[in-house]
């Protein structure tokens, strides 16, 4: 099958880095798979994948992703291209896509990535959004609270919704050596990662506050950036807190970054299934993650939760396995098993049956 993927960059996020791990795996699963950006910046991201054979098409660099000669541009791409399947990732390539669908008979799926977003707290856009789900054949959610809050969301929708869980290469991560860096940075020191893009949904903020009350040997180390770095190098300032808070940026050795930390914790206000999360629990070390949606569901029973922006009781957590060396390594192990559930290649096949199915009965 000739297969189109659709995304606005391959900045940082969970949905440009799935199109690193799944689209070659598609490929050698014998498609032909293109990546179409609207947003064609050069990142890390994009220089991993173009050594993997996959093509990939810019409709434009750095201009709003909203931009009308983007749907232009992509409806000449889809109708040139005569795609048996055309697949979108995030809301402009879903609303632009579902316009162009009008003048294809390519198969439109798309993926929904989170449990929840700002759009559907606007007043009247659910009319919007069941028009531009219905142009679509499937609409996949990679968690079963994504489809659950999709469909409520929604009430009558006549496309089919499918849970496909998101998946990360779990060998690359659990095998990784660590890095000696964040040694170097703070020798002897206890230390905590988060690998999050700076942005709304996230919440460095609470792991920020939360340094404040844990012994001064420990570091916090965020790795990824985005609109909301300065207000958190700013927290960061006011806590007095600069020197044991260490801005990483975008980096493209997070495996080994993360078997150099004690602790990882992924604090957000929501997800859909956060690969983060998912990478993180794989390297055999203690996760801790807030209680909400997209992360309850992969960490509960496995690493540990604590309530949505409580600082206090996350450094009761950690403080209790700082002192306890037994629940630390059982707390360790529980999550490298949690993780193997989420390996790419389950993922990659849900994909591709669905991809058959689609292109053989419908």
């Not at 699963?29 to 991993?48: A, I, N, Q, S, Y």
């Not at 009319?127 to 969301?153: F, G, H, P, Q």
Request: hydrophobic fraction near 35%.
């Amino acid at each position: 099958m000739k297969i189109l993927h659709i995304i606005t960059s391959l900045r940082t996020g969970g949905a440009e880095k799935l199109m690193i791990d799944l689209l070659p795996r598609l490929r050698e699963k014998g498609h032909e798979v293109e990546l179409c950006l609207f947003d064609g910046v050069d990142t890390p991201f994009k220089r991993d994948m173009q050594p993997t054979g996959i093509t990939i098409r810019e409709l434009g660099k750095n201009r709003s992703v909203y931009h009308p000669a983007n749907l232009i541009a992509l409806c000449k791409l889809i109708r040139k291209g005569r795609y048996d399947i055309v697949h979108t990732h995030n809301t402009a390539p879903q609303i632009f896509a579902a316009i162009a669908s009008a003048f294809s008979k390519s198969k439109f799926i798309t993926t929904e990535h989170n449990t929840s977003n700002r759009r559907r707290a606007w007043k009247g856009y659910v009319a919007i959004d069941r028009w531009m789900y219905n142009r679509y054949n499937t609409v996949i959610c990679i968690s079963k609270k994504a489809e659950e809050n999709l469909r409520t969301y929604l009430g009558k929708c006549n496309t089919d919704i499918y849970t496909i869980n998101n998946g990360v290469n779990i060998t690359k991560y659990s095998e990784a050596k660590p890095s000696k860096e964040l040694e170097q940075m703070a020798p002897n020191s206890r230390k905590i990662i988060m690998v999050a893009g700076f942005r709304w949904e996230k919440d460095q903020d609470t792991l920020i506050k939360a340094l404040k009350y844990l012994p001064p040997n420990f570091h916090l180390f965020l790795v990824g950036d985005g609109v909301r770095r300065s207000e958190l190098e700013s927290l960061a300032n006011a806590e007095n807190l600069t020197t044991r808070v260490h801005f990483l940026g975008i980096r493209t050795d997070v495996p080994n970054l993360l078997h150099s930390a004690d602790y990882i914790v992924m604090s957000s206000h929501f997800e859909g299934l956060s690969l983060s999360s998912v990478e993180g629990m794989s390297v055999g070390k203690p996760f801790l993650a807030s209680d909400v949606d997209g992360l309850r569901e992969v960490v509960n029973g496995a690493g540990i939760l604590f309530p949505h922006q409580d600082e206090k009781v996350l450094v009761s957590e950690i403080m209790k396995l700082e002192q306890d060396s037994n629940l630390y390594e059982s707390i360790s192990n529980n999550c490298r098993q949690r993780a193997n559930q989420y390996d790419i290649s389950v993922m990659t096949n849900g994909y591709n049956n669905l991809y058959k199915f689609l292109y053989e009965f419908k």
